[in-house]
């Protein structure tokens, strides 16, 4: 049987670019080695990632669900306890995966669940998958979906000491005043999420070299151990499931696309579960794997530039994400000085400053010098192509579009230097969203303060 593209694993990331190379067109397989729904660890989703959902259309299935939606979060982090209003879900992945993968085969993907690849070889049309069961399948391109356990070899690159979660589900007798908690102590941290009326994850995560043959009654006493050095814990009820460990280091693939594959999700880069984007990250990476799959297939003259634009993108992740989780280690290590601490903040580059305060109207302004317009690779109606775009040190990647704006367009219309007020209003000429655009760029430092 000959496919266009195979993907191997059904997780959100491997839906995600099953779906959307479907609706594109192309002839899809996806081999999953699990039955769905499978347990998995709860998560935090963010409403920006409920928006990649509504992109996916499944953001209304995703809140008909009735997944615990997080208002506040108790944080005991650099030593001072906040309160901290982040509004959010709890998700359970379980049923989240179920829904993207059931979405994925009504739009004309062929499944094979469960399915175990037994080895994947080099042919005529592009690749031979063969599975357990004997199956022989044809494809031009693969995509490895395969997490943290990527299915095609290839060198992985540590971005951080390895980290280990210890998480089990517990039933509180009383209500909690908070729907999540964070708090650090000496050697660990510890993550609560709740996820129903009575229910909270509770996990803890140390480093693993400092475990010896932990496992069974062992791995339970340790988890409850570790449990106890907390202040904050949300445990006031009983234990209501196992105790499971899961690795939790971070780490990214050498090689994020190759030829004929390309790895999404944590194939491609596994982040600090302090990030808390684990599934933003393999949403945004499936839908832009599925971009650069369908430029390589439909517009094979723009493989080298979508390929570019791949690396650049995960290159770019692993800095912005190994700064931020360094950045937030650092603020740990001031108040706890222990070697599972400094070893960590170590990851990063300098403390983010302050932002400045805000512009008053009558401040003159200007664009910063670090500010770049270039030509770049971007994605454009589901195609990688060369457009002018704007390029930062504070941005991830380069921008070519802001809420729907041209943002290169708007920046060339600005005057060199102007007081704020007057900056604001050229904006507002352009774009009714003039005004947030502004506060945009102030906030990311793309415009600064400057002397008249």
């Known amino acids: 049987m000959t496919h266009d593209v195979a993907i191997i694993g059904g997780g959100p990331a491997g839906s995600a670019v099953a779906l959307r190379l479907a609706e594109l067109g192309h002839q899809v397989v996806l081999i999953e080695r699990s039955t769905f729904p499978r347990p998995h660890v709860g998560i935090c989703l963010s409403h920006q990632t409920v928006q990649l959902l509504d992109h996916l259309g499944a953001g209304n299935s995703f809140r008909a669900a009735g997944h615990w939606q997080r208002r506040t979060t108790l944080v005991l982090w650099d030593g001072v306890t906040r309160q901290v209003d982040n509004s959010g879900f709890h998700v359970d992945r379980g049923l989240l995966d179920h829904d993207l993968l059931a979405r994925a085969v009504r739009a004309g993907v062929d499944l094979h669940q469960p399915a175990q690849l037994r080895s994947i070889s080099h042919s005529a049309h592009g690749h031979r998958l063969t599975l357990a069961n004997g199956t022989v399948l044809e494809t031009r391109f693969v995509v490895d979906a395969g997490g943290r356990r990527p299915a095609v070899p290839g060198q992985r690159v540590h971005d951080g000491p390895p980290l280990l979660a210890l998480h089990a589900t517990w039933r509180f007798a009383a209500q909690p005043v908070c729907d999540g908690l964070i708090e650090a102590s000496e050697s660990a941290w510890l993550w609560c999420a709740r996820s129903g009326p009575t229910d909270v994850i509770q996990s803890v995560f140390v480093d693993p070299r400092n475990l010896q043959n932990v496992s069974g009654d062992r791995l339970q006493e340790l988890y409850l151990r570790l449990l106890a050095r907390f ?107 222990t070697k599972f601490w400094i070893e960590r903040a170590a990851t990063a580059a300098r403390l983010q400053q302050p932002i400045s305060p805000p512009p008053a109207p009558s401040d003159y302004v200007g664009l910063s010098p670090a500010l770049s317009l270039t030509n770049s690779a971007v994605i454009e109606d589901d195609f990688v192509v060369k457009r002018r775009v704007v390029q930062h040190p504070n941005l991830e990647g380069c921008i070519k579009y802001l809420a729907g704006d041209d943002l290169p367009q708007l920046l060339a219309s600005l005057p060199r230097i102007a007081r704020y007020e007057r900056l604001v209003a050229c904006l507002k000429q352009q774009s009714p969203k003039g005004a947030l655009i502004a506060d945009w760029l102030w906030h990311n430092a793309l415009l600064v303060r400057l002397n008249r």
């Open 231 to 337: 202040s904050l814990s949300l445990l006031t009820g009983t234990q209501s499931s196992q105790v499971e460990a899961c690795d939790a280091s971070s780490r990214h693939a050498k090689l994020p696309i190759d030829g004929g594959m390309i790895r999404v999700g944590d194939a491609a880069l596994t982040v600090d579960p302090l990030a808390s984007q684990g599934v933003h990250l393999a949403l945004t990476s499936g839908l832009q794997a599925a971009a650069i799959v369908n430029t390589i297939l439909k517009r094979p003259a723009s493989a080298t530039l979508a390929q570019s634009f791949y690396v650049n993108r995960v290159a770019s992740r692993v800095a912005l994400y190994s700064a931020h989780t360094g950045n937030e280690y650092a603020r740990a290590a001031a108040a706890h000085n």
